[in-house]
């Protein structure tokens, strides 16, 4: 048998072996890094939640003869009303 194409396989080995040990290793270090960085980010962002109004029926408005009437179907909305907490505007049908 040959041996002496035995000691470069073995060195060729053994520097496969470290560069793929040194790879995980860097790949390792690289992560735990960006994790870190997102943590602080995380910490420093402000996330603006945009509030939406939506229209909600509270009461109905009727009219008899010359005499306007508000039904409420949502009773937190009287006290706004007597407060005069509100506003009139046309139907856009």
Known sequence: ???????????????????????????????NLYEKKFEEWKKHSTIEESKTSHKKLVGLVFKTDYKITIEFLDENVESQLNRGKFEITKYKG
């Open 1 to 31: 048998m040959s041996y002496d194409l035995l000691i470069p396989f073995g060195i060729l080995l053994i520097l496969v072996i470290y560069l793929i040990y040194s790879r995980n290793n860097f790949e390792k270090n690289i992560t």
